[in-house]
């Protein structure tokens, strides 16, 4: 485990009637994105606090720094959680200084303002923000003891696109800062785009793990046409390379010039065709046979 900031091996979590993490090993290097990624009740957020020390482990190991989790753990992590209480009548900035003021190190508060946009906010009750302010404060609290490694549960469910894209400029400039993060998500889009390895978790296990794209690629030549069922001829049986979902064909291709055209020649028609790059949400569905948002 000596290359990891953070190391699992082998967790398990058992709740009454419910085993959440079911054998999960992973390991986050210094300066990585990582994305536990998965539906809902996957069991990422179990893990993640198992990893964040705040859930104890039915088995299993955790090593930050190759040690077991220890106070300085604390000191050097930032955590920040689904539904963080920010206290009621408390305005942002106020906010800001009381969690500051919980650890010994603490970050220039106003850089920290500048990076997470807060300037503009920082006399507001923190009740009456949008959903997007409350997560930018909510990772500005995260930050505030300087963590070499940041936790971020679901950071953006919830927000609208706009706020969504934002907020990922957010954690480009974060990682930029050299910090280290570990976030969950159930999505695909925000794992693609945010993530340099993800664990994709089902069940309390994963199903894989690496670099999103190279797993994309593992599994899938560069493009899928897909095309209604209606649209294919039949008389033509299906070649070895599609593959039929629900009321559409997919077929899987390298060469999608050479495959449009024996499209044409069998007398398909392409008017309703879509040509896709393959995604996670693939991915996904190839390994576990259900989408991702079902
Ligand atoms: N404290 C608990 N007691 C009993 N069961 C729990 C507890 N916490 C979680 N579970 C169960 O463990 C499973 C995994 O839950 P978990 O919250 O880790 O999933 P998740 O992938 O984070 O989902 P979500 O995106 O909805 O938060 C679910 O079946 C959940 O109901």
């Known amino acids: ?120 906010i920082l006399n507001r009750d923190t009740r009456k923000l949008s959903g997007g302010q409350r997560q930018r404060l909510l990772l500005a609290i995260a930050l505030v003891n300087e963590p070499v490694l940041v936790f971020l549960d679901e950071p953006t469910t919830g927000l609208d696109p706009q706020a969504r894209r934002n907020f990922w400029a957010l954690i480009d400039r974060v990682r930029e800062r050299g910090t280290t993060i570990l976030l969950t998500t159930h999505y695909m889009e925000e794992a693609e785009r945010l993530c340099d390895e993800i664990a994709i978790v089902d069940q309390g296990r994963i199903l894989t793990q690496g670099d999103p794209r190279t797993l994309i690629q593992e599994e899938f030549p560069a493009a899928i046409l897909r095309l209604p069922v209606h649209a294919w001829p039949k008389d033509h049986p299906l070649p070895d390379n599609a593959e039929r979902r629900d009321t559409m064909i997919e077929l899987y291709v390298d060469d999608v010039a050479n495959a449009l055209e024996q499209l044409e020649r069998q007398g398909t028609s392409l008017i309703d065709l879509r040509v896709d790059r393959p995604s996670l949400e693939d991915l996904f569905l190839k390994l576990t046979g259900h989408h991702l948002r079902a």
Do not use: W
């Not at 979590?13 to 993490?21: D, E, H, I, L, T």
């Not at 986050?28 to 020390?53: D, I, S, Y």
């Open 1 to 120: 485990m000596a290359p990891f900031l953070l190391a699992a091996e082998g967790l398990e979590k058992q709740f009454p009637g419910v085993r959440a993490v079911d054998g999960i090993s992973l390991g986050v290097r210094p300066g990585q994105c990582f994305g536990l990624l998965g539906p809902n009740g996957a069991g990422k957020t179990t893990t993640l606090e198992m990893l964040e020390g705040i859930q104890t482990p039915t088995a299993g190991q955790i090593l930050f720094r190759g040690r077991p989790l220890d106070r300085d753990f604390r000191e050097q992590v930032g955590i920040q959680f689904q539904a963080t209480a920010l206290q009621d009548f408390q305005r942002v900035h106020e906010a800001l200084t009381m969690f500051a003021r919980l650890y010994r190190r603490h970050a220039d508060l106003e850089e920290l303002i500048e990076l997470c946009h807060l300037r503009a």
